[in-house]
């Protein structure tokens, strides 16, 4: 089966986010070909972290915490009034920062990507909103022998040995190729095959 495409314009905003994803992707496997070391602990931390607490553990967090507080007070206040008692005040302190601590408890969110891939995205694309590609009658094609980029008369022949890595998000696709040239796709300019078969057709050429 071929994919084609037919290059559209770049003019959904949604995907200045996304191309700086794309980006972010693949400065993270360029790392993880140069320190494999530093990753395979990151990995093993990441995997803790996302053991932790679910949604209705947070939620009886957030009950704790507040009862936690309550009791706080209600040890801190007296405590604290004359003859004062230590064990109290000790207590009502803990009582507060463990309340605190609970009610602050939230879910771990993804880091953006860094100021640099959003940078580079935007130049990405600007590049490609500068063009009229209504106008400019780009096809790209993936059949048994690899891709063939087509610009009126144009054409570049690219073998899939010469690939070297494809970066997913909702809309877009980043294949890099040649050396460190890459190529932006969008998912809506697919009109010949699917989009969940497009990356299993590249992973299976490649390990051919």
Known sequence: MDFIFHITNYDDPALDAEAAEL?????????????????RVTDRLNARASKGPGRETRRRYRVYGVLLMALGVFALV???????????????????LLGLWSLCLRERKPL???????????????????????????????????????????REAVPYGDM???????????????????LLLQKKDLVSGTAEDFLPHLQGKKEK
Do not use: H, N
């Open 23 to 39: 980006l972010r992707q693949r400065l993270e496997a360029k790392s993880r070909q140069t320190v494999p070391g530093v990753w």
């Open 78 to 96: 007296p405590g604290l009034m004359e003859p004062r008692i230590p064990s109290l005040i000790l207590t009502g302190g803990l009582a507060l």
């Open 112 to 154: 953006p990507p860094p100021a640099s891939c959003r940078r580079e995205a935007a130049e990405l694309l600007g590049g490609r909103r500068a063009v009229d590609w209504s106008e400019a009658s780009v096809k790209v094609c993936f059949d048994e022998e690899g891709m063939t980029v087509s610009a009126g008369e144009g």
């Open 164 to 182: 070297t890595g494809l970066f997913e998000t909702e809309r877009l696709w980043l294949l890099v190729y040649g050396k460190d040239r890459a």
